[in-house]
């Protein structure tokens, strides 16, 4: 079982409008959660970094929460733009398969924004 | 412009041919990691390297090899053991093992023909 589950797989949004996009992880104990930005074809690019006694973290139009509890984070993307199409993934960093401080990814939500 | 260089940006392979894909880095970063991507499937860590001539397996090392005989440079062969190379290659570095920060490069595309 993916230890970083991610929803939607997909979604499709109108330029301007708002979204969120979610990640439920198993993950424990973890260290920090990260979401990735990757545009098809190329490496995935930093948006935000988190431990777990932060709750939200904001970078530009990007804003993402955690909550450390329920194991849940999302990520909020105001006024989205075209430029904002791309595949967005959930990283956490913990202990899993008898590793530490693993980077464990999530297969990501892939964001098309239409005009 | 620092940063991390992969290349080529696409490579084809003939069936049973080793092939190895070049990361350079110039951040000075001591760790460094190879992961694939597949369609549906999150990245998954081939091999990683924390110093120079050091480096460890990850989840999927069967079918790879990797030195690292320099701080910057951490290439990854492709051997004719792999038996679905076919895939999207990520070289990403940070300041030590697992750190805050993980820059990626702009990946590799290998197709086996």
């Known amino acids: 079982k993916n230890q970083v589950e991610q929803s939607p797989q997909s979604l499709i949004i109108l330029e301007g409008k708002n979204c969120t996009l979610q990640?439920?992880?198993?993950?424990?104990?973890?260290?920090?959660l990260r979401w990735y930005k990757q545009d098809t074809g190329r490496g995935p690019v930093s948006l935000t970094i988190m431990t777990f006694s932060e709750n939200t973290k904001s970078n530009g139009r990007y804003t993402a929460t955690l909550d450390a509890d329920t194991k849940q984070s999302s990520l909020h993307i105001t006024a989205s733009q075209l430029s904002d199409s791309a595949s967005y993934i959930c990283v956490v960093v913990g202990n899993y398969g008898g590793a530490t401080n693993k980077l464990i990814f999530g297969t990501g939500t892939l964001l098309a924004v239409q005009p | 412009d620092g940063g991390i260089t992969q290349s080529p940006k696409y490579l084809f392979r003939k069936e049973g041919q080793n092939v190895t894909l070049s990361c350079e880095q110039n951040?000075?970063?001591?760790?460094m990691y190879w992961y694939r991507q597949d369609p549906g499937q999150g990245l998954r860590l081939i091999y990683y390297s924390q110093i120079v001539n050091d480096f460890q397996k990850g989840d999927i090392a069967e079918g790879y090899s990797v030195s690292r005989e320099k701080k910057e440079s951490f290439p990854l062969t492709v051997t004719s053991a792999q038996k679905n190379p076919t895939a999207f290659y990520l070289c990403?570095?940070?300041?030590?093992?697992?750190?805050?920060?993980?820059?990626f490069g702009q990946g590799t595309r290998l197709t086996v023909v």
């Open positions: 951040l000075n970063h001591d760790a």
């Open positions: 990403a570095s940070s300041i030590r093992e697992r750190g805050p920060e993980a820059f």
């Open positions: 990640c439920n992880y198993t993950v424990s104990p973890f260290s920090n």
